[in-house]
C-alpha cells in the first residue's frame, strides 16, 4: 500500500503536470510545471500533543523529497487551534535546509478549541497570497495540506468552497479523534484518516479525485428534463449544470460538453463539438431556458443521444479511446420504456449516470444507469446541490487512466 507521503507527492506532481499542460501559454509568463506552492495546514491545539513529533517526522519527510526554492516548490506551514500561527510563509525560506531547520524547532501552539473554517480563510487571505510568496497569478499551482487531529467548533465549508473556487487543490488527512465527515467536507474523498499518528505510512487511497483534472478525454453529455413539469424548477437545473462543468477540462477539448433537453421530444441545446472554451460551454448552459412540452418520453430521446451526440460528426470521439459519459437528469416517470436504448448506450461503451427526483421511476434509473452506485435520487431537483460532490466525484474516477485508478501512476 502507497505510505500517505508518497501520497502527496503524488498530488504535488500531478498538480504541476495539469498546470504544464493547461496552464497559461503565452509570453514569459509562463512556469515551469515543476512547481508548487505546498501549505501544511497542521493541528496545534493539545489534543495532537502526544503525536506532534510524528506530525513533524511526516511534515520533514515530505519536505526532504520536493525540490525547494524560489524557482521550484515552496513551503509553508501555519498551526490553529482557537486562531491560528503561522510558523513560516511560503516565501520565509528559499532553501530546503532552512526550512528543515526552522521545522526541526516549531513547537506545539496549544489551545483547546480547534476552528478549522477560521483557520482555511486565514491561509486564503493572508498565506496564498502575492505578498506571503504565492505564485498563483503565475499559474504555479496552490495545495493545501490539511491535518485534522479532532472536530472543528466552526463551520468549514464556507470557507473551503471559496478557497477551492480560487483552484487551490486540497488535500486533508485525518489523525486521532478528527471526523470524517468534516474531512470529506475539506477534500472531497479523506480517505486518510487514522486513529493514530503512527499510521501514517500505511494508508491506503485513490488519489483520483484530489487530482485536479482526469487523465483521459471525455465526450460528456447532459440529458436533462425540459418539460412543463420543471418549469419551476429549471434554474436549479442550469446552476448543478454550471456547478458540475466547471470542473471540467474543456479549454483544451481534453473534455467536451453537450446538452440535449427532453419531454415528448428530444432538442439539442449544443453538440459535443459547439464550442472550444469553457467559457462558452458556460455561457452557453447559463442561457438555457426549458424547452417545454409533455410528457416525458426517456427512451426517445436516449435513442436520440445514441444517434445523434456520441456521433464524429456531431464531435463524438468513440474511436480515439475518449471516454464516453452520459448524464440523466429525469424528472418524471416515462411514457416509453428507456431500458432497449439504455443497453445500446452501454454496449456502445457509454458510461450512464441517472440523477432523479421523487417523481422518478426507480426501476427507470436501474436502467440508466451503468452501475446502481451511478443513481443519485434527490427530494427535488432544487436539492441538486446535495449530490455535486458525489457526482464530480464519480465523474472524476471516470477520467482517469488504467494505471492510475490502480495505484501504479498517481495523478500522472
Do not use: W
Request: with cysteine; glycine share 8%; aromatic share 6%.
Amino acid at each position: 500500500l502507497p505510505s500517505t507521503k508518497e501520497a502527496v507527492l503524488s498530488i504535488v506532481r500531478g498538480a504541476s503536470h495539469h498546470v504544464e499542460e493547461t496552464g497559461p501559454t503565452a509570453g514569459p509568463g509562463k512556469m515551469s510545471s515543476e512547481k508548487s506552492d505546498i501549505v501544511f495546514l497542521i493541528d496545534g491545539s493539545y489534543d495532537s500533543r502526544n503525536g506532534f513529533e510524528e506530525i513533524r517526522s511526516f511534515l520533514e519527510n515530505v519536505i526532504e523529497n520536493l525540490n525547494v526554492g524560489n524557482n521550484n516548490d515552496q513551503v509553508a506551514v501555519v498551526q490553529y487551534s482557537r486562531d491560528v500561527t503561522p510558523n513560516f510563509y511560503l516565501n520565509s525560506y528559499s532553501s530546503k535546509n532552512d526550512i528543515l531547520t526552522h521545522l526541526s524547532n516549531v513547537q506545539l501552539k496549544g489551545g483547546l478549541i480547534t476552528n478549522t473554517g477560521v483557520a482555511i480563510e486565514y491561509v486564503k487571505d493572508t498565506v496564498f497570497t502575492p505578498s506571503s510568496g504565492s505564485r498563483a497569478q503565475q499559474g504555479v499551482p496552490q495545495i493545501l495540506i490539511v491535518l485534522s487531529g479532532r472536530k472543528s467548533e466552526d463551520d468549514v465549508t464556507g470557507p473551503v468552497e471559496r478557497l477551492r473556487s480560487d483552484g487551490t487543490v486540497i488535500f486533508g488527512i485525518g489523525i486521532n479523534k478528527a471526523d470524517r465527515l468534516e474531512m470529506e467536507q475539506v477534500a472531497p474523498r479523506a480517505e486518510y484518516f487514522m486513529k493514530e499518528t503512527s499510521d501514517f505510512p500505511v494508508v491506503r487511497q485513490h488519489l483520483s479525485m484530489i487530482c485536479p483534472k482526469s487523465s483521459v478525454n471525455r465526450d460528456i453529455v447532459f440529458l436533462i428534463d425540459g418539460s412543463d413539469d420543471v418549469r419551476t424548477r429549471f434554474n436549479a437545473i442550469r446552476e448543478f449544470l454550471v456547478k458540475t462543468t466547471e470542473s471540467f477540462d474543456l479549454d483544451e477539448r481534453k473534455d467536451q460538453v453537450a446538452v440535449v433537453q427532453y419531454s415528448n421530444n428530444p432538442e439539442l441545446s449544443f453538440s459535443l463539438d459547439a464550442y472550444t472554451t469553457k467559457a462558452d460551454v458556460l455561457k452557453h448552459i447559463a442561457s438555457l431556458k426549458p424547452k417545454g412540452g409533455r410528457p416525458h418520453y426517456i427512451g426517445k430521446a436516449l435513442q436520440f443521444v445514441k444517434d445523434n451526440v456520441f456521433v464524429s460528426n456531431a464531435g463524438g470521439r468513440p474511436r480515439d479511446s475518449t471516454k464516453q459519459i452520459l448524464v440523466v437528469l429525469a424528472g418524471g416517470r416515462s411514457r416509453d420504456s428507456p431500458r432497449g436504448p439504455a443497453s445500446m448506450l452501454k454496449a456502445a461503451g457509454v458510461v450512464a449516470f441517472a440523477v432523479g427526483s421523487r417523481s422518478s421511476n426507480s426501476a427507470e434509473m436501474q436502467a440508466i444507469s451503468s452501475d446502481p452506485n451511478y443513481i443519485h435520487i434527490v427530494p427535488d431537483f432544487a436539492s441538486l446541490p446535495l449530490i455535486e460532490q458525489s457526482l464530480r466525484s464519480q465523474l472524476s474516477d471516470i477520467g482517469v487512466d488504467e494505471e492510475t485508478r490502480e495505484g501504479k501512476n498517481h495523478c500522472k
